[in-house]
């Protein structure tokens, strides 16, 4: 069979309809029609839709937060996290953490899956930006930050810079200039994995992490 | 594992649809679904001048981008291409699946992982790999169950809707090895978490749909709340998208719109836990992702569909249920009636342009045109008007149908039509009103007691003994 046959034919059916093109839609004007709220207000809409959405979420400052994200990590007696280039690059953050659990860094292609699945107790990322309408965290996911940190240990904790707290997903997309180009994977991630196909009952922890911890980082 | 279901044949769904409305236990369990899912959704518009503003941008970035669809295909293929991944083209399912086994093979590949995907149900695509010897196992929990049960989808979104936990409970006890009862939610979760997880770590496939697809960019979004769909697009090897050629917009900024109307319409959630977008296979320095990322575009009737300025708007579906969840229908017969992979107002009006009329026209005549599904429609497909038109379609001569829908005129009837004929010359012609009625009411002793569904629980209709025009006349 060929390749070519079928995309010629199925584009050709689509031309043969002779379908006149219609003005291009911008979505700008129904966004500029909304609320805009000051960085205060949007960053209490994430932590309050987080909160909402069962993430766990804990208020710190850069220099607090070495002392912050090691008592989580020990309260609940994570000891294996694993970690991508960009939070290892945090040299001082790194030293801090290590007195309280190992550390293993997620650096080599595919080298560390099996660990992820067998023994890691938490995936520790940074992220890119949040959106308080959504209470969402971004993760930019590329060759400083693994995609599976976030997704196979248990526990996924995320370090939020909350003066990159944008309104909608729409506003940091045009604002970030993001349809010129995107890496490998975008992820918004909004609660801890769960599922309702079970009779419409909520469970949490289905296939992705149990607990989503956000550590935000807010500076005055 | 059951045989394809691909075939509707018209006296089996009423049967279908008679044993679902007779069983009580079913019947209770749909109607709680469909009342949580509408009550949810409602929630999620409070405001309604700010829901129809969405709607109206959701049409037009749908309709737009139907308007550019080969061209926006092309400048797809070309963006991921350029990003490295791998597209294909499918006519018809039975292409598609030998594209998918190709894949297959190329990669040595034993055991494939499965993300909730509704075009790969359409394609049949698990049968076809059990055919070549692949062993294809579904990750969504819903989708687990049901597989479990040598069972179809009975809805797009939750496809284990018609079950409730004490038979699922039943069913891990029964055939998952080892398992015992239990009928808490959390625990069968976890149970299914745990089979599943062995299962990511050992596929050489990673499977999935498509939400939207950015031309742009050359992005492939996937909206889900379980991680399941993650973990099939990032811990296999190797990664097979397939989706159905309409699903492409042109640029990123129409997703949020499109996004925020689906999973509200959908399952009443502001956004989903995930919204995953993937732009390229794993590059030389990332430490996960797959190394090879395919996408498969399938036709399947679509281009059908398109061609017919009316019908095209079935196109602008986002496929978030919300017309089934409204649906008096498919509160009453639940999913498995209808036959198809889609069911609901959208499976009456895709369905034609899969199938062909000519095995799906009864669905179009099943319903009461009450218009609740075009009212919830994010994307204000007129589904009525297009049920109307299918059945017009189906019900036309077929020496002069139309060549819109394949298997038009299949539901023509000689004595049908000349009946409608009659009817239609009766009020047309005032002295053959007349006449007519002037027989009616002399010979309403004819009246046949039993008249079809009506007398099941009214009593038999029969003209009145004195026409409206002669009690008229005694009044004057």
Known sequence: MSQTTARDKILGRLRAADCKPLPLPDATDFYAQRRHEDLATRVERLALNLSNAMAEVHRTTSSELPAALSRVIRDKSLSTVAVGRDVLARQALCDQLQNVCALMPVTTAHAETAALFDRVDAGLTLSYAAIAETGSVVLWCDSQSPRLLSLVPPVHIVLVDVRRTFDTLFALMHQENWGSGLPTNVVMVSSPSKTADIQQTLAYGAHGPKQLIVMLVEDH | ?476
């Open chain 2, 1 to 476: 594992m059951s045989q394809p279901l691909n075939f509707v044949p018209v006296a089996e769904f009423r049967e279908r649809a008679r044993s679902v409305v007779a069983n009580p236990d079913l019947q209770k369990s749909l109607r709680g679904a469909m009342d949580f899912l509408q009550a949810k959704r409602s929630a999620q518009f409070p405001d309604d001048a700010e829901f129809q503003r969405l709607r109206d941008l959701g049409e037009a970035i749908r309709q737009y981008s139907l308007s550019r669809l080969p061209e926006l295909l092309e400048v797809l293929e070309a963006k991921l291409t350029e990003n490295g991944i791998q597209v294909h083209w499918a006519e018809t399912p039975e292409q598609a699946n030998t594209i998918f086994i190709d894949i297959a093979q190329r990669h040595n590949a034993r055991s494939v992982i499965k993300g909730k995907s509704m075009v790969s149900e359409e394609v049949e695509l698990n049968h076809a790999l059990q055919e070549a010897g692949i062993d294809a196992l579904e990750s969504d929990m819903g989708e687990y169950i049901v597989q479990l049960a040598d069972e179809k989808p009975s809805h797009i979104i939750m496809p284990a809707i018609h079950k409730t936990k004490v038979e699922i409970a039943e069913l891990f006890a029964e055939r998952i090895p080892g398992v015992d009862y239990t009928d808490s939610v959390d625990e069968l979760i976890q149970i299914g978490r745990k089979v599943l997880r062995e299962k990511f770590a050992a596929a050489d496939i990673g499977v999935s749909g498509v939400n939207f697809m950015v031309a742009e960019t050359g992005t492939l979004c996937l909206v889900e709340n379980e991680g399941n769909g993650r973990m099939s697009t990032t811990v296999p090897r190797v990664h097979v998208a397939i989706t159905g050629i309409e699903k492409v917009v042109e640029k990123l900024a129409h997703v949020p719109p499109l996004l925020s109307l689906l999973t509200r319409s959908a399952t009443g959630q502001a956004v989903t836990t995930y919204v995953n977008m993937i732009s390229s296979p794993r590059k030389v320095d990332e430490a996960d992702g797959p190394d090879a990322v395919h996408l498969i575009l399938l036709d399947n009737g679509r281009t059908q569909a398109y061609a017919d300025e009316q019908l095209r708007s079935t196109l602008q579906c986002i496929r978030c249920g919300a017309c089934m969840n409204h649906c008096p229908v498919y509160t009453r017969i639940g999913g498995h009636a209808y036959g198809t992979t889609y069911p609901g107002p959208i499976g009456k009006i895709i369905s034609p342009h899969l199938l062909g009329l000519d095995s799906t026209y009864g669905l179009a005549t099943a319903s009461t045109l009450c218009g609740a599904c075009a009212e919830v429609c994010p994307v204000r497909i007129p589904i009525p008007d297009l049920l109307i038109r299918l059945r017009t379609e189906a019900y036309s001569n077929p020496a002069t149908a139309s060549e819109a829908v394949r298997g038009a005129g299949s539901a023509y009837s000689s004595v049908a039509m000349a009946l409608w004929h009659a009817w239609a010359a009766t009020y047309r012609y005032p002295a053959l009103y007349r006449l007519f009625t002037w027989c009616a009411s002399r010979f309403r002793f004819l009246t046949p007691g039993k008249q079809g569904g009506w007398t099941v629980n009214h009593r038999a209709m029969q003209p009145a003994r004195r026409r409206f025009r002669d009690q008229l006349k005694d009044r004057a």
